[in-house]
């Protein structure tokens, strides 16, 4: 039968090649070509249809082509038609590509009525099984990519935080140091043959950081209530800040005895060299009732 088409096919090429009119050819009475050709074409579907019963009946229809859920009617009509086509002089259908086209078609028509829910069933349970996978995947690449810049932001926070810290510290550091340089030392006081409190208080706060000096006071408080010639029986601790013994105070100055200004020089240089300032000494003091 295809021997036969291609030859009436070939005749009809030729036939056209002359200068006979396509539309004379479809407005003519049906040719022997269009009857061989539509036979063929329904051959083809048979066989296709009974190659896809075959399969399902072995279980083994793997897959249902998108056109496996068009109406097997309409299916059949327009494959019908483009093998038509061809033998109406239609260049872009050959009846190769038609019968390999078909081959590879499963129609929904062609499944037997109680396997087609469990057929359609499969395939939209793969659809889903591939969505939720592709779904899972980009999922999880998010919740990285999130991960990777949460932790790229706690790190530059961390490390401001580390940052600004330092400057606090090297601020407060240089503030202290300023702080320092400015107080008054001992030996610009005058020398007086005594001292009262009011006295002894105000070359401390010339003498001592401004924000050091309430620290220093509450300690002298405590120790000597102000008092520059106090003195420990029991102890020997001497002066303002209670030296233990009071002759450590020599390396401040000769006159640590009898002169306020040298024992608040001492206890300042103290409190700095073993707690870091007066605040640091008091709390410490707070916490064990000596320094």
């Known amino acids: 039968m295809r021997h036969h088409t291609t030859q009436h ?12 009119s396509a ?8 040719s022997p070509v269009t009857c061989g050709t539509e036979t063929s074409a329904r051959g083809t579907i048979a066989s296709v249809r009974s190659r ?4 399902l009946e072995g279980n083994r229809v793997s897959r249902i082509s998108v056109r496996g859920f068009a109406v097997a009617s309409a299916t059949a009509v327009t494959t019908v038609g483009a093998v038509v086509g061809v033998a109406s002089g239609d260049p872009q259908t050959s009846g190769d590509n038609f019968e390999a086209t078909a081959a590879d078609t499963t129609l ?9 829910a469990q057929v359609q069933t499969a395939s ?21 990519e999130s991960a990777r810049i949460q932790a ?5 926070a961390k490390k401001e935080a580390a940052e600004e810290k330092a400057e606090q510290e090297r601020e407060a550091k240089e503030a202290l140091q300023v702080s320092r340089s400015e107080a008054r030392d001992s030996s610009s006081f005058a020398v007086q043959s005594s001292y009262s ?14 924000d050091q000096y309430q620290c220093f006071s509450n300690i002298v408080d405590h120790e000597s209530t102000w008092n520059y010639r106090a003195q420990n029986a029991s102890s020997g601790a001497y002066g303002l800040v209670q030296a233990l013994p009071g002759s450590k105070m020599a390396s401040a100055g000769a006159d640590w005895q009898t002169n306020p200004a040298t024992q608040i020089k001492w206890g300042l240089n103290y409190m700095n060299d073993r707690y870091g300032s007066p605040c640091g000494a008091w709390s410490f003091w707070q916490a064990n009732n000596w320094y």
């Open 108 to 116: 929904l028509a062609d499944i037997p009525a109680d396997q087609q």
């Open 23 to 30: 539309k004379g050819v479809a407005d003519g009475p049906v």
């Open 152 to 156: 790229a932001k706690d790190a530059k």
């Open 124 to 144: 939209l349970t793969q659809q889903a099984d591939a969505q939720a996978g592709a779904a899972e995947v980009a999922a999880k690449k998010s919740a990285e």
């Open 197 to 210: 409190v009011a006295e002894v208080q105000a070359m401390a706060r010339q003498m001592i950081p401004g």
């Open 9 to 20: 096919l070939t005749s009809y090429a030729a036939r056209d090649s002359s200068g006979a």
């Open 52 to 55: 896809a019963r075959t399969l």
